[in-house]
């Protein structure tokens, strides 16, 4: 069965500094993968996908993530961070069975922003 | 894209009674979906939104407990029914629009219920 994992629950980094949010994910096939952001009181806005080509992929608000098959990992990098960064990151697999279209979601990363 | 609202935004509700969510879209979308985020969680899948048929809901929920309709294809509804205190979560309608990947979604602003 698909599944998701953030290892990391919570991440503290100072504004300006570089940032790395890991996922891993168990999928038989070519994932289709992507990253969310909500932030406090919002919906989750989609920061970038991934389902096939270049591996390095570019999101908004400057994100970007890597997919790495050999290691099943799908990680959000973004090299300076800002204050309004601070959110919950989430990484999602699209189901495979079908054409359902699902969305299956890690666990979620907080993100805090020290000044 | 797609722009998702819901109504409404939050409510606090009394135990055993239930909740009607609105959910509505600014195009024509061809799945849309319900998500539940039960507090310092992430988000499970309730049930898929099908036009014209039944709701396909996911292992663990239930029609009786969250009846589902979809009359068209910009509008769905959530009930959450009976409610007690662990139905406290943020709930979320979702969208997919014609021609994007197998995954991808756009997000409503989610209804945030508290139950007492």
């Known amino acids: 069965a698909q599944s998701v994992t953030q290892p990391d629950i919570h991440i503290t980094v100072s504004e300006g500094a570089s940032l790395e949010l890991r996922c891993n994910y168990s999928?038989?096939?070519?994932?289709?993968l992507f990253w969310y952001v909500q932030s406090p009181g919002q919906g989750l806005q989609l920061l970038l996908k991934?389902?096939?080509?270049?591996?390095l992929v570019q999101g908004i608000k400057g994100f970007e993530a890597e997919f790495k098959r050999s290691q099943s990992s799908f990680n959000l990098r973004k090299p300076s961070v800002h204050w309004s960064d601070a959110a919950e990151y989430f990484c999602a697999v699209g189901a495979s069975s079908g054409n359902t279209g699902k969305l299956i979601f890690g666990q979620g990363t907080t993100l805090q922003v020290k000044p | 894209s797609a722009v998702i609202s819901q109504k409404p935004s939050r409510d606090i509700c009394q135990r055993g009674t239930s909740l009607t969510i609105q959910c509505q879209v600014d195009?024509?979308?061809?799945?849309m979906f319900w998500y539940r985020q039960q507090p310092g969680q992430s988000l499970t899948l309730i049930a898929t939104a099908n036009q014209g048929s039944e709701a396909t809901y996911e292992s663990g929920f239930v029609i009786d407990k969250f009846p589902i309709s979809r009359p068209n294809l910009t509008f769905s509804t959530l009930t959450v029914s009976n409610m007690s205190p662990e139905d406290s979560s943020i709930y979320l309608c979702?969208?997919?629009?014609?021609?994007?990947?197998?995954?991808?979604?756009?997000f409503g602003p989610g209804t945030r219920l508290t139950v007492l």
């Open positions: 999928y038989g096939a070519t994932p289709y």
């Open positions: 195009s024509q979308v061809t799945m």
């Open positions: 991934y389902f096939s080509g270049d591996t």
């Open positions: 979702s969208a997919k629009p014609p021609g994007l990947v197998k995954g991808e979604q756009f």
